[in-house]
């Protein structure tokens, strides 16, 4: 039984040779939840400069917290949990309140305040005394260290996906393709700079990634579209005046330098496609009857945010709290020694993140809760083998680890495609779908803090009840 649609108006200009006035023709697009003819055409992941942009600025954002989070075991040894708290709690309060607060400041200075975040991120995980306690462990640095990459991460991201409804399609995808690159990436060098060059000095590993946050302010100014970051910014202008009845002079300018110095009629949508110039007639944006919260609490938490909310509570729990947990009770055998076993688990945990986040870019899936349901059997199984082992080669558990971050990597940027496709489709206006696509990372974050306490909690608890394997 198909779903009832919505009918949109077009009116498509074809521009004429033989007369300055263009000629005009009327059509109707199907949009909405339809197998019919004239819905809209799902964009997928191309090789071009805007794709490139957000693949970039992907790696950028998620970059700080990839290496910190391979080191956690040593920077909080004997409770990786806490790393957990620290990065996902604060990841979580970002994504929240984020799309709220960041309406009311600049792009521009967004991207200047997560570029001086990233530095300082790995600046301060390293800081040795005067911070350290009396052993000379410092432990205040590597808190606030933590914290402020799980602010990059989060704050990152919604950022950009709320910029991105102001790009084509792909951008979201592309964005999501480059923050899982970036566990490879980040993981990647750490590992191999801590068991060649540097020794286990995990300090000097971090400061070997300082150098590339300058090149978020590059990536920001010289390869995002000019035009484009212009129209989001004139939009988040315009979604602080108060909603009116009617275009006053304001938007029409507003809407007027969004379409290079052209003006566009007010709850219209103007692209070009082979010279064919299509407008078409939006749904209204927010306002007195609309508002963000409840479009928030009624349509985005419980569609698309639970979904994945469940998802990445259950890979972070296995990831931070399962893991090192089984490392500590020595469950399995013919695997490395020492920390190189987390750190190997962590990166087969973002190769498969990335692998599967590209997989999706390319063969979307319908349905985000199948990449849930897969990640509660998987954590069923790594939690059966702190009682009951039955697993104990390491390399069988490497593979669990792989799937676990596969599933989270399919289920992240599945749910970005959905929710910038979904409002795509219904017709949602550029300020509707830029706070849609800003939340899509809230079930991410906060599946991250709720992970990261209940692996807090496995972890002391198992500490006193369960006995190391001999």
Request: with cysteine.
């Amino acid at each position: 039984m198909e779903q009832s649609a919505q009918v949109i108006s077009v009116a498509v200009t074809h521009p004429s040779s033989h007369s300055d006035a263009p000629k005009i023709e009327a059509i109707e697009l199907v949009a909405g939840p339809t197998s019919g003819k004239g819905s809209l055409k799902t964009s997928k992941l191309q090789l071009n400069q805007t794709t490139l942009a957000f693949f970039l600025m992907g790696i950028l954002v998620g970059l700080p917290t990839m290496p910190i989070t391979t080191a956690a075991a040593q920077m909080f040894e004997g409770i990786t949990g806490v790393y957990g708290i620290c990065l996902s709690l604060t990841a979580a309060i970002s994504s929240f309140a984020g799309p709220m607060i960041a309406r009311y400041v600049p792009y521009d200075v967004c991207n200047i305040a997560l570029t001086l975040a990233s530095a300082l991120a790995y600046v301060i995980s390293t800081l040795p005394d005067p911070l350290g306690n009396p052993t000379g462990f410092n432990k205040t640095g590597p808190v606030i260290g933590t914290m402020l990459a799980g602010f990059v991460y989060a704050f990152g991201t919604q950022n950009y996906l709320s910029v991105a409804a102001f790009f084509p399609s792909e951008a979201v995808i592309a964005l999501s393709v480059g923050s899982g690159l970036s566990i490879i990436l980040g993981a990647g060098v750490f590992i191999g700079l801590m068991n060649g060059a540097f020794d286990n000095d995990w300090r000097r590993c971090f400061l070997v990634f300082l150098p590339t946050t300058i090149l978020m302010p590059f990536v920001w100014y010289f390869m995002f579209d000019k035009k484009r970051r212009t129209a989001a910014e004139l939009f988040r202008k315009r979604s602080l005046q108060k909603p009116s009845g009617s275009s006053n002079s304001s938007d029409v300018e507003s809407d007027r330098q969004a379409n290079n110095g052209e003006p566009t009629d007010e709850g219209s949508n103007s692209t070009d496609n082979d010279g064919v110039r299509v407008t078409r007639v939006l749904r209204p944006g927010f306002g007195p009857n609309r508002t963000r919260v409840g479009m928030l609490w009624k349509k985005i938490l419980p569609q698309y945010v639970l979904p994945l909310i469940i998802c990445t509570t259950c890979a972070i729990f296995c990831l931070f709290g399962i893991a090192p947990t089984l490392h500590t009770l020595n469950r399995f055998e013919g695997g490395p020694k020492g920390d190189l076993e987390f750190q190997l688990v962590f990166f087969a945990y973002g190769s498969a993140q990335f692998l599967f986040s590209v997989l999706v870019a390319v063969k979307p899936v319908p349905i985000v809760w199948i990449w849930t349901g897969i990640e509660v059997a998987l954590t069923a199984i790594a939690l059966a083998q702190l009682w009951y082992p039955f697993l104990n080669h390491f390399w069988v558990w490497w593979v669990i680890m792989f799937m676990v971050g596969g599933c989270v990597g399919g289920g992240v940027t599945n749910t970005n495609y959905r929710i910038s496709q979904d409002m795509q489709k219904a017709g949602e206006p550029d300020e509707v779908r830029s706070f849609a696509n800003s939340y899509a990372g809230l079930g991410n974050f906060g599946g991250d803090a709720l992970g990261g306490a209940l692996g807090l909690v496995i972890e002391a608890v198992v500490a006193k009840g369960l006995k190391p394997t001999p």
